[in-house]
């Protein structure tokens, strides 16, 4: 089973067709209760300092916040910018596997098919930058 952080991560740079497509069997078959609807706040960011090795604030950034509670199990969804929906279905796909309903179980499949999918387009991307890359010892005169 993939853990907490690298679950949301996938979801959260995936189209959000997956997480909508997850939350949507949830919802049809299992009653769920918001506990905070959708709404923004604003969190600090940490950066570490690598010369230092220390922790530093480099400001603010929006974020959308939800809790659902789904069989008893409180799900939390928190995304950057101003986004309701993903945070409602990432707060929905949360307390599902809080709540270990038999649902996730046939989601491994479908979010490792979308992280080999992400990992493709990071190295398709990755590859375009390299061939755009200036070799400044050849260019001697």
Not at 121 to 139: C, D, G, I, R, S
Request: aromatic residues 4%.
């Amino acid at each position: 089973m993939l853990k907490r952080s690298i679950r949301t991560e996938i979801l959260i740079q995936s189209n959000s067709s997956l997480a909508n497509e997850l939350a949507e069997e949830i919802i049809t078959n299992y009653p769920h209760k918001e506990i905070n609807a959708p709404h923004y706040g604003l969190t600090m960011l940490k950066l570490r300092e690598s010369a230092q090795n220390s922790l530093f604030h480099i400001g603010e950034v929006l974020v959308t916040e939800c809790k659902v509670e789904i069989a008893g199990h409180i799900g939390v969804g928190i995304v950057v910018g101003m986004e309701n929906d993903l945070a409602k279905h990432l707060a929905i796909i949360d307390a599902a596997y809080g709540a270990n309903l038999p649902e996730t179980i046939h989601w491994a499949q479908k979010l490792q098919h979308a992280e080999q999918k992400i990992k493709e387009e990071k190295a398709k991307k990755q590859a375009e930058l390299l061939q755009t890359k200036v070799n400044f010892e050849t260019m001697e005169e």
